[in-house]
Every structure is written in structure tokens, then in C-alpha cells.
């Protein structure tokens, strides 16, 4: 039972109104939080019988499921009160007191059927309740037994098939027998309350009618219910019974106190979990599927077919088991994954790794997946995820990198704007910064997958402003060129007329001294004659240079 849920008293399950048969929310909100494993005890029989204080008895309370003080049946569909089970920690005891067959009130018995036939689809321990002594009438009345052939199916197909495929589906029988007046001997022999019954049910030799009226309902009570327990109870006091919650024990006869206490220990410790076929025990939730599947099969007036519920059961489970695991997927994601992952195959191994316990957890929470549908359904729903993830991986890989690249080469941009790079040799300069900032781009950490694909892409986007660029360096290394010839071409011009300039002004003088040198016949007529022609031959020379120049 669910560490807070505690139920003061008992509610209403199911509700009998007017032919119908009504599932209350409250009592399926209360099944729905009790995760443990569940042991239900059923009680049926007829009205008037003290049916509800032996519930009660079971709850550890003295009152709780209405006892009542007149004929009229207080009980009406099934009340339900979920308690921790005494004998069994972890476990959830689920009492259900069904309203009394054979109530003068009611037009007719179909309502009866009904409700007998849910406490046995519903219970692990079904409680039969009846007067005095088991006589043809209880046995009678227990006999609607053999009319469920008629009402329940064990398999889908319109075949009912053998009984005993129904028969596992029916809860052990614990036969009380209030007010018994009668003493446990036969022939002299004493015999205990179970031989009573066996003794009771058995069979008369014969193939008459008559015979085969009285054996049919034993033979029917023997086959469903192989497992059989009987309870024996004196008066418990001189008082009416409908004043029984009011009494202590101290008020009531010792052997009835000592009989319910012998009662209530056989249900705490031999009454079994709810089980379904394949030894699927039944939790709340489960337990909730089954009333609502069954109830379901009754109001629409067809048969209650076992096979039926619990594949409906299966459905639901395994698709909520489903829902569980892929929930349980994306907490492991979120947990582990931090997007972008720095390679596609890191986030391929934590998609694995959270696969793997989603199936888990499915396997867990799921039953009766016999063609594996819904394993199959799980796994497509996380082959969508991985695809998913794969997606939001790249496109966060791609936002990243995008801030990158505008964060590492946005100053690049900046400056070539600024015309940083607007002159000979910019083109040069611009690449070579361009290479620093790709150095520093792939140094950056966690850029994803997208990462090459991104760098190149922007690249590619800025192959214009690179050819801008080199077209400028070209267009200004041309125009430097050009003017640095202007300007050499110039200087040899001045040059050339420098030369021309020394010739005629100073040729004349050289001319004059040498003329005096010669007649004094001195030795600086020598020399400076010499002097004359080299510096004559180097005029000459720097012209014809300069013609060469012009020339070219």
C-alpha cells in the first residue's frame, strides 16, 4: 500500500443502481496508488447474515462496513476497505463486502449473478457465509456456481471450452457457517469443520434425476473450488446479531471470539495474493484494470471473458510500461547528455546505455507481451528519439559554432571594413590572419559535430570580401609600381641633363688649362689632361645610360 494512503473506513467500489452496474472514481483513485502486491478477500452470502462484522473483524476494527439493524440490506454493489496486511509486510489486504443475495428489495436475481460472479473474478479468497448449517439451500444458493459456465469464458473464442480453464481463474473458498447449532460427529465420530463440508458436498451413487439434481451442484462447487476451508461458529450471544458492533468481546461468548480469531488467522495467513494465469500477481492498478474490464463486460451484456481481462490488462499495463520506459529514457538523457556531445559517437554510446535500462525498466512493468508488439513499439519510439537527440545535437553543434565563428573572426570583419587591408600586400596579411583565427577557432572546446562543416561554411561565405581584398592589393601593388618608374625615370632625366650641363660648362676651361699646361710642358698637363678624358668618357657615358632607359 502506498506509504500514505490510509483508509479510515470502507467506500463504495461498485454501485448497484437500477439494473447497472456503476465503477466509483474515488475507490479506482485509491487502487490506482497502491503499488504492492494485493491479497483480496471477498465475501458473499445471504443478506442478514452478519457478512459485515466478519469483514470488520479482518480490518482490525470494530466497526467499519455497515452491520445495520433491520431486514433491510445496508450493503448495496461492493464496498471495498484496503488495509495493511497484518501477517505479510509490503502487502495490501483488500476486504470487499458484497451486498446480501436474496434481497426481498430487488425485482429480480440478475443483480445477484452479478455480484457474485465480480467477488469471484475479483478475489484470491472467496468467503461464502451461511446459517446454522449447510443444507440443500446453501448448497443451492452456492450453485450459482455451475450457471457461470453459462456466464464467464475463459477464452475468446465462442468455445467455453474445459472448466478448468476457468478454474484457474478461481479464488480459494472459505465456507462459514454462522449460528451452528449442529455437533461435528458422524456415526460417533467426531469430525472437524472441513470433513463437515467435504462430507456434505459429496455425491449419491445413481443416474436417476433426482440424483443427478442433488450431485450437479456438488460436483460443480468441488470442480471450481479444489482449494476449501470451512468456519463453524456458535451464537455469539443471547442478544440480536444486529448488535454485534456494539458489543466487546468480553460481552460475547468465549468460543465465538476464540472461532473469529481462528477465522481471521487462517485468512491473514493462508489467503494468497491475487495472482493471474502465468503467476502474475495483482497490484492496485492491476486490480483497478479488472473492475473496470469486468464491469465493462456486464453492463454491455456480454460475457466476462477471463482471457479477455487480462488481455485488457496486458493493453494497459504494457502500454503505460512503455510510457515508463521512454519517461525513464528521457530522465537519463537529461541527466547525461550535454549538448553538443564533442563526437556523434559519444552521444550514439549514452543513447545506448539509456536504451538499455529503458527496455529494463519496460520488462519490468510489462507482462504477457507474448509477441513482443509493444517491445516493438518501444524500441521504434526510441529509434525516433535517438534520430531526435542526433538532430538537436547537430543543430546545437551549429548555434555554437556560429557564436564562435562571429566571436573569433568578427574583429577580422571589423578591420577589413576599416580598410585595414586596403593596400599592397594586404591580401597576404589578411590570409595569414585568417589562418591565426582558424588556429584558434579549432582550439575552442565542445564545438560539436558541425564543427569542420560550420568553419568551412563561413569560409565559403567570406570568399567574396577575400577577393576584394586581393583585387585592392593588386590594383594599389600595380599602381606603387607604376609610380616608383615615374619616378626613377625622372631622376635619370636630371641626371642626363646634369651631364650635359658639366659638358658645356666646364669642357671650355679644361680646354684652356690644358692648352697652358702643354706649352709650360708641365706634369699637371698630364694630369689634367687625363682627368679630362675620364671624366669626359663618364658623361658620355651616363648619357648614352640614360638614352638606354628612355629607350626601353
Avoid at 485509491?30 to 462484522?53: C, D, E, F, H, M
Avoid at 559517437?345 to 507474448?370: G, V
Avoid at 570580401?465 to 599602381?479: E, G, M
Amino acid at each position: 500500500m502506498a506509504s500514505d494512503m490510509v483508509m479510515p473506513g470502507p467506500i463504495c467500489l461498485i454501485e448497484s443502481k437500477e439494473g447497472q452496474l456503476m465503477v466509483k472514481q474515488e475507490a479506482l483513485e485509491i487502487l490506482s496508488a497502491i503499488t504492492q502486491p494485493v491479497v483480496v478477500v471477498a465475501i458473499v452470502g445471504l443478506y442478514r447474515t452478519g457478512k459485515s462484522y466478519l469483514m470488520n473483524k479482518l480490518a482490525g476494527k470494530r466497526k467499519g462496513f455497515s452491520v445495520g439493524s433491520t431486514v433491510q440490506s445496508h450493503t448495496k454493489g461492493i464496498w471495498m476497505w484496503c488495509v495493511p496486511h497484518p501477517e505479510k509486510p509490503g502487502h495490501t489486504l483488500v476486504l470487499l463486502d458484497t451486498e446480501g443475495l436474496g434481497d426481498v428489495e430487488k425485482v429480480d436475481d440478475k443483480n445477484d449473478t452479478q455480484i457474485f460472479v465480480l467477488a469471484i473474478l475479483l478475489s484470491s479468497t472467496l468467503v461464502y457465509n451461511s446459517m446454522s448449517k449447510i443444507d440443500q439451500g446453501a448448497i443451492d444458493l452456492l450453485h450459482n456456481v455451475t450457471e457461470l459456465t453459462d456466464l464467464l469464458r475463459s477464452r475468446k473464442s465462442p468455445d467455453l471450452g474445459d472448466a478448468n480453464d476457468i478454474v484457474s481463474f478461481f479464488p480459494d473458498l472459505v465456507w462459514t457457517l454462522r449460528d451452528f447449532y449442529l455437533s461435528l460427529e458422524t456415526d460417533g465420530q467426531l469430525m472437524t469443520a472441513d470433513e463437515y463440508l467435504e462430507n456434505s458436498l459429496k455425491t449419491k451413487q445413481g443416474s436417476d434425476q433426482r440424483t443427478q439434481t442433488f450431485n450437479l451442484p456438488r460436483l460443480c462447487i468441488q470442480k471450481f473450488f479444489p482449494t476449501k476451508k470451512c468456519f463453524v461458529f456458535d451464537s455469539p450471544t443471547h442478544k440480536k446479531l444486529s448488535q454485534l458492533e456494539t458489543l466487546q468481546d468480553d460481552e460475547l461468548s468465549l468460543e465465538f471470539v476464540q472461532q473469529v480469531a481462528e477465522f481471521s488467522s487462517h485468512i491473514f495467513t493462508k489467503s494468497k495474493i491475487k495472482t493471474l494465469p502465468g503467476g502474475i500477481k495483482v497490484t492496485g492498478p492491476r486490480l483497478e484494470n479488472l473492475v473496470l474490464t469486468y464491469v465493462s463486460a456486464i453492463n454491455s451484456g456480454d460475457l466476462p471473458c477471463m482471457e479477455n481481462a487480462v488481455l485488457a490488462l496486458a493493453q494497459r499495463e504494457n502500454s503505460a510500461a512503455v510510457q515508463k520506459a521512454l519517461a525513464h529514457y528521457d530522465e537519463l538523457m537529461v541527466r547525461k547528455v550535454q549538448l553538443p556531445t564533442e563526437t556523434l559517437q559519444e552521444l550514439l554510446d549514452l543513447h545506448m546505455a539509456s536504451e538499455r535500462e529503458a527496455i529494463e525498466t519496460f520488462t519490468k512493468n510489462s507482462f504477457k507481451d507474448e509477441d513482443q508488439s509493444f517491445q516493438k513499439e518501444l524500441q521504434t519510439l526510441l529509434d525516433a528519439k535517438q534520430k531526435d537527440i542526433c538532430k538537436q545535437n547537430e543543430e546545437a553543434s551549429s548555434d555554437r559554432c556560429s557564436v564562435l565563428l562571429q566571436d573569433i573572426f568578427g574583429p577580422l570583419e571589423e578591420e577589413v571594413k576599416q580598410g585595414l587591408y586596403s593596400k599592397p600586400g594586404g591580401h597576404h596579411l589578411y590570409l595569414q590572419k585568417t589562418e591565426e583565427l582558424k588556429k584558434k577557432y579549432h582550439q575552442q572546446p565542445r564545438k560539436g559535430t558541425q564543427a569542420e562543416e560550420a568553419l568551412q561554411k563561413y569560409l565559403k561565405s567570406k570568399e567574396s570580401v577575400s577577393n576584394a581584398v586581393l583585387q585592392t592589393d593588386q590594383a594599389l601593388t600595380a599602381k606603387e609600381k607604376e609610380t616608383k618608374g615615374e619616378k626613377k625615370t625622372e631622376a635619370m632625366q636630371e641626371r642626363q641633363e646634369m651631364s650635359k650641363f658639366e659638358i658645356h660648362v666646364f669642357w671650355p676651361s679644361w680646354i684652356i688649362q690644358l692648352e697652358e699646361d702643354r706649352h709650360k710642358g708641365s706634369y699637371g698637363f698630364r694630369q689634367y689632361l687625363s682627368m679630362a678624358m675620364i671624366s669626359c668618357s663618364m658623361i658620355m657615358w651616363n648619357e648614352k645610360r640614360c638614352q638606354g632607359v628612355f629607350s626601353v
